[in-house]
Nanobody
């Protein structure tokens, strides 16, 4: 059974940094592409970043240059380093996994498994 557990969320001032982690279990980690999504109150969930097992990455325009997705295959863990945080980054952040070869499009439908989310709040 695939399980994704996020951690590392919190509340920081604008300009600060956070690192999110996603511990994956229940499957062969390299079998799925991995991604981060977020959902702010009253808004649809949006793709933030994703990567494949070879290290190729994809980012949304809103976080390009500020966020970095990475993974430790030995630990079955996905990370999202978030720097220069802005109030508009405030959202629930979700880890996701899926088999779709179109993972780089950052679409919800291409990811089959989801974590419960971790809250990120950025104060101005």
């Amino acid at each position: 059974q695939v399980q994704l557990v996020e951690s590392g969320g919190g509340s920081v001032p604008s300009g600060g940094s956070l690192r999110l982690s996603c511990a994956a279990s229940g499957y062969t980690y390299s079998s799925y592409f991995m991604g981060w999504f977020r959902q702010a109150p009253g808004k649809e969930r949006e793709g933030v970043a994703a990567m494949d097992s070879d290290g190729s990455t994809s980012y949304s325009d809103s976080v390009q240059g500020r966020f970095t997705i990475s993974q430790d295959n030995a630990k079955n863990t996905l990370y999202l380093q978030m720097n220069s945080l802005k109030p508009e980054d405030t959202a629930m952040y979700y880890c996701a996994a899926g088999p779709s070869p179109q993972w780089w499009l950052l679409r919800e439908a291409d990811f089959a498994y989801w974590g419960q989310g971790t809250q990120v709040t950025i104060s101005s």
